[in-house]
Nanobody, 128 residues
Framework: QVQLVESGGGSVQAGDSLRLSCAAS????????MAWFRQAPGKEREFVAV????????RYVDSVKGRFTIARDNAKNTVVLQMNSLKPEDTAVYYC?????????????????????WGQGTQVTVSS
């Protein structure tokens, strides 16, 4: 089983930046497809970004393209989400997700059910 621990959330003003980190253990990190999801109050958990096992390929939901960047360091077993130009609508609990068996695909957005391991989440609050 993969253990995932997120950090880096907080409360910021619109236009500010935050950097979320996720530390993984329990499996060979380079074999894990890694992603970030978020869940706002009263809404379903939504896909934010995914990164391939090599770190070469990434995909984002349209609402964060150009503002968020996902990256991974396979030597340090970490994945990060750099969030710039934050907006109030980015307010949510952000979750790191991993899956050892899921193949990377870029033709559609991932569903939360497609990832088998989750962190506890970290709150991001953006005020206007």
């Amino acid at each position: 089983q993969v253990q995932l621990v997120e950090s880096g959330g907080g409360s910021v003003q619109a236009g500010d930046s935050l950097r979320l980190s996720c530390a993984a253990s329990g499996r060979t990190f380079s074999r894990l497809l890694m992603a970030w999801f978020r869940q706002a109050p009263g809404k379903e958990r939504e896909f934010v970004a995914v990164i391939s096992r090599s770190g070469i390929t990434t995909r984002y939901v349209d609402s964060v393209k150009g503002r968020f960047t996902i990256a991974r360091d396979n030597a340090k077993n970490t994945v990060v989400l750099q969030m710039n130009s934050l907006k109030p609508e980015d307010t949510a609990v952000y979750y790191c997700a991993a899956d050892e068996n899921r193949a990377l695909q870029t033709t559609r957005l991932y569903r939360s059910q497609e990832f088998g391991s989750w962190g506890q989440g970290t709150q991001v609050t953006v005020s206007s």
